[in-house]
């Protein structure tokens, strides 16, 4: 009883204040040019994006660069299915198909350390975009395809809720026992499993989780090209931005990830339009210098200063 | 009655046999040491008893069941506990964490946070490490990270608890310390296989011995006809 009430209190001023953010972002578009949800909606794709992929290779130190391949599925759903069936559907089932994917190869892959994960990975995404071509061309007669167009502030309200949604579920699994499992089996695997821990099944759900986001969010965004074909859904910057945002917000805790997507998207969306042709140098030397400086991200940095502001307390932790 | 029982378990490592044809039996509430000299295969024998490696040929049946080629984390839900050798704790978790996430997965029922706290708390006070239970692991001394696995693997509410060399690198109060913890250990109703080259430890704690060379187990029997056994004194003191 006396546990609730303490939760509950130290989780109502931040309750409040996401509750507040929350109501500002879904009344925006009403407010606000048309340009604005637009970016938002990127920013919150890359958001997703980054969150999610954090989710699995965060803790378990596991890098994956499937990322591009998960969302690549989840653009082709909407391509294929975008027609016959109701939005909210196509999303869904986008996301699905992602996780079912992910739990295929990752229950294959999973056992895989280090490097040799890594570039499995990236190489599902190569193969997932030649077998398409191939598949398109061989069978369809296509090479690309044209997706359903729906208008900004539609986008705009599903990405956003996918964006709590994902948020949410991070947070959820982190506070879980599984979160706690997820770090252990990232910092001494072996012993992981000598306590009790499927390391297999945890991973690979979570890694089919992490998918079901990315997914979904690959879904939505199709909906504003217009026109896609394999080179353009699987891309590969979708697997190594969301990499670069999550070490250039920090990778430890939940925020970390999260403030890295937003002003890395936003950097990158000022670049682009201020300086078009340094665009690619600028982005760039940020990048450098926040490898170089910021080992631990924005994250480390904000710990580090917090650290020296209050003192030689928290000095050593 | 045997509780953890081995039959003609081999394992070959190339065309090297680590562990060659070793049958032992473990009965209920027994403290069994293991010994030999470096490379005699105690350690991977542990890793067959625990999955970590599976026999090939041989059988490994734990309270009568046949659990070979169960996973580790199957073997360890039965009730088959160990440490490693080489300490292998979560280096970057608080040290009650360490032990909590034994208490939340190492048994088939459900626990809740508050609980699983609690447990690794009483686990921490059991094992004598309740004054760093906030404090990363690898923060430990080497004693006390020792110490953080028996009782992670506690946390797992063992029948049967596999002691990997605990009390290496110890001085002689803290082997005296470690002693008592194994007897301790003993009285709350757990049988225990350990592996230790502290004689002094292994004679007075074991009710029996068995005494591995090159892979083969070449003498068995209580502190006492061990100690007096030819066969083990030429194989520690050469011909």
Redesign the interface.
Request: proline share 6%; charged share 15%; hydrophobic share 40%.
């Given at each position: 009883m006396n546990k609730l009430t303490l939760t509950s209190k130290s989780f109502l001023i931040p309750g409040i204040i996401l509750l507040v953010g929350l109501i500002i972002l879904v009344a925006l578009p009403y407010f606000t040019p048309i340009y604005t949800a637009i970016l938002l909606s990127t920013i919150f794709m890359y958001v997703v994006l980054t969150t999610s992929w954090a989710m699995f290779s965060g803790p378990t130190g596991q890098i994956s660069l499937a990322t591009a391949a998960f969302f690549g599925v989840g653009i082709y759903i909407a391509a294929t299915l975008g027609t016959i069936m109701p939005l909210l559907v196509v999303v869904l089932i986008g996301g699905l198909v992602s996780a079912a994917l992910a739990l295929f190869v990752g229950g294959l892959t999973l056992r895989l350390k280090g490097i040799y994960f890594t570039i499995f990975t990236f190489g599902l995404l190569e193969l997932m975009k030649n077998l398409l071509l191939w598949f398109e061309i061989k069978f369809t007669g296509t090479r690309g395809r044209f997706v359903v167009v729906v208008d900004y502030n539609t986008v705009y309200f599903i990405m956003l809720a996918i964006l709590v949604l994902t948020l949410l579920t991070a947070y959820l699994i982190r506070r879980s026992k599984y979160g706690l499992a997820l770090q252990g089996i990232g910092e001494q695997e072996e012993a992981a499993e000598h306590i009790g821990i499927n390391v297999t099944l945890v991973k690979v759900f979570t890694f089919a989780i992490s998918a079901f986001f990315i997914g979904a969010a690959g879904t939505i965004m199709a909906t504003r090209w217009t026109y896609v074909d394999p080179y353009i859904a699987f891309n590969m910057n979708f697997s190594f931005t969301p990499v670069l945002m999550a070490i250039f917000g920090g990778i430890g805790p939940l925020f970390g990830p999260v403030l890295g997507a937003i002003i890395f998207a936003y950097l990158e969306e000022i670049l682009i339009t201020k300086f078009p042709y340094y665009y690619m140098l600028l982005f760039g030397m940020v990048m450098v210098v926040s490898v170089l400086y910021l080992p631990n991200g924005l994250v480390g940095l904000i710990q580090s200063w917090r650290a020296r502001t209050m003192g030689g307390e928290h000095g050593n932790s | 009655m045997a509780i953890l029982e081995g039959v003609g378990v081999t394992k070959y490592f190339g065309g090297l046999a680590a562990v060659s044809d070793v049958d032992f039996h473990v009965d209920q509430g027994e403290i069994v040491g293991l010994i030999g000299p470096n490379g005699a295969g105690k350690t991977t024998l542990f890793g067959l008893i625990?999955a970590?490696l599976v026999p090939k040929p041989g059988l490994i049946r734990f309270k009568g069941e046949n659990i070979t080629g169960l996973?580790?984390?199957q073997i360890?839900?039965k009730g088959l506990?160990?440490t490693?050798q080489s300490v292998?704790?979560?280096?970057?978790?608080p040290v009650i964490?360490n032990v909590?996430?034994?208490v939340?997965?190492?048994?088939p029922e459900r626990v809740t946070?508050?609980q699983?706290a609690e447990e690794a708390a009483k686990l921490l006070e059991f094992v004598g490490l309740s004054a760093t239970a906030a404090i990363p692991a690898k923060d430990l001394t080497l004693v006390n990270q020792k110490l953080l696995e028996v009782a992670?693997?506690l946390?797992?509410k063992p029948e049967v608890l596999l002691l990997d060399e605990i009390m290496a690198g110890l001085n002689p109060t803290e082997i005296a310390q470690a002693m008592e913890l194994v007897s301790k250990i003993r009285a709350q109703g757990i049988t225990i296989l350990m592996i230790e080259h502290v004689m002094k430890a292994i004679m007075n704690v074991c009710d029996r011995i068995m005494v591995l060379h090159h892979g083969k187990k070449i003498a068995e029997g209580t502190p006492q006809e061990i100690a007096t056994s030819e066969t083990v004194i030429k194989v520690y003191l050469g011909e």
């Open positions: - | 625990s970590a996973k580790p984390h360890c839900r506990a160990r490693f292998k704790i979560f280096p970057n978790m964490s909590a996430l034994g939340h997965f190492g048994t946070s508050a699983a992670r693997a946390a797992t």
